[in-house]
């Protein structure tokens, strides 16, 4: 079993930054580790994910070159940097954690946090 928390979601205005952590427990060897966002009234999608032993970064194309994702093996911590902040980048932010299949959909998963709010106004 892994647990993940994640903390660090907030209110910010556009062209803010944030930063969230996810901080894991448990049997926290996993393949990935990945943000995904989910917007009120649409499906979960795809952020940014590390690779926990490969150090490979990947992005979705809407957040690339404004997200950062780095993770801390000591700590047990993923953290994204989030800067140039954009109204649609609102969103219930959720970490993951998963041991195989497509990086970017949220089935390669088998752990969730319970999420952290980003609101970012115009």
């Known amino acids: 079993q892994v647990q993940l928390v994640e903390s660090g979601g907030g209110s910010v205005q556009a062209g803010g930054s944030l930063r969230l952590s996810c901080q894991a427990s448990?049997?926290?060897?996993?393949?990935?580790m990945s943000w995904f966002r989910q917007a009120p009234g649409k499906e979960r999608e795809f952020v940014a994910a590390i690779s926990w032993s490969l150090y490979s970064s990947y992005y979705a194309d809407s957040v690339k070159g404004r997200f950062t994702i780095s993770r801390d093996n000591a700590k047990s911590t993923v953290d994204l940097q989030m800067n140039s902040l954009k109204p649609e980048d609102t969103a219930v932010y959720y970490c993951a954690a998963g041991n195989g299949g497509l990086y970017y959909r949220t089935s390669a998963y088998n752990y969730w946090g319970q999420g952290t709010q980003v609101t970012v106004s115009s």
């Open positions: 448990g049997r926290t060897f996993s393949t990935y």
